[in-house]
């Protein structure tokens, strides 16, 4: 059975749009959500805003109540008949959000045993046949194939192939099976 | 650069040890630290004996002050000159054993960068070409090269290559690294 690994944030969880929220309410910023959404915080933002964003990170709580993005529920669901599916983020740096992440998957994603749940760092441990994930760097160090799921920062590459949501994901990986059921 | 993942409980950390300590103390047993160092605690212990161990292990705090193996973290920060070192710990089956391991690894494997260290569930997910690990079921579940570390619930296993502690690690992978140094 072929092995996905699905990232957690701007994949499965829709954190860059917690993100915004939090800057255009509390931050003091000109920015608009449309300036926020069309590249990389990071890129974006001042330095010194920008850790106040790493500040807001590392906060407890922050990662527990994240939307879900769209449509992923039933698409993970869904691959999990074909597929063997394995969460992985890059949680390690952050440290207070092991646990969050840990009940937002229970409380989300109950379907998603203990088991094939990965807290890591570096992605290049994973041993799957693809991980999708937003962060190129993710996928450059991946040693299966990487589906770069579309997110503000990452929109200029052209590396790798990219899906813009769920409802892509589960053309790509569903699309016979669906014919077939 | 071969890689080299290793497992937390009863390889780098003493949880046995812990466990076996708290059982003579607060358990109401016959058994002797003689007998609880000689077999699985789950084949020595009445079920229900068994279950308040794992509410021990489900206690926050629990693997936090677990003592550290004995030669382990000089032998680490050594591999760590001639190999990739990744941290593997099945802590996913405990909730509350995330954050007190991701602290544990601060204190005593400050060395080890966040992004070497994996919380997983099932040990099948890692990519490296060995695993230390003292659980036969997670280095039949491994894809690379599996070695098993001495644990009294491992004592009757002949599948894989054993070492009895860190020394003899040290002794596997460093040998020759050692005569050039």
Chains 1, 2 share one sequence.
Not at 77 to 94: D, Q, T
Request: glycine share 6%; with cysteine.
């Amino acid at each position: 059975m072929l092995r996905i690994a699905l990232d957690m944030d701007d994949v499965l969880a829709d954190t860059h749009g917690k993100l915004v929220k939090i800057i255009l309410k509390d931050f003091d910023t000109s920015l608009t959500e449309k300036d926020l959404n069309g590249a990389s915080l990071r890129s974006l933002l001042h330095p010194k805003q920008y850790k106040k964003v790493v500040g807001v990170l590392n906060a407890p709580g922050f990662f527990r109540d994240i939307p879900v993005m769209k449509d992923a529920v039933e698409v993970v669901r869904e691959l999990s008949g074909y597929y063997e599916i394995f969460v992985a983020s890059a949680a390690m740096e952050f440290r207070n959000s092991l646990i969050d992440k840990f009940d937002w998957l229970d409380e989300h994603f109950p379907f998603i045993h203990w088991k094939n749940r990965v807290l890591c760092g570096d992605k290049s441990i994973l041993k799957a046949h693809y991980l999708i994930d937003d962060h190129v760097f993710n996928l450059a160090n991946f040693s299966g194939k990487g589906i770069l799921f579309n997110a503000p920062h990452n929109l200029e590459d052209t590396r790798f192939d990219r899906v813009m949501n769920w409802k892509e994901v589960g053309e790509r990986f569903l699309g016979n099976s669906r014919d077939r059921v």
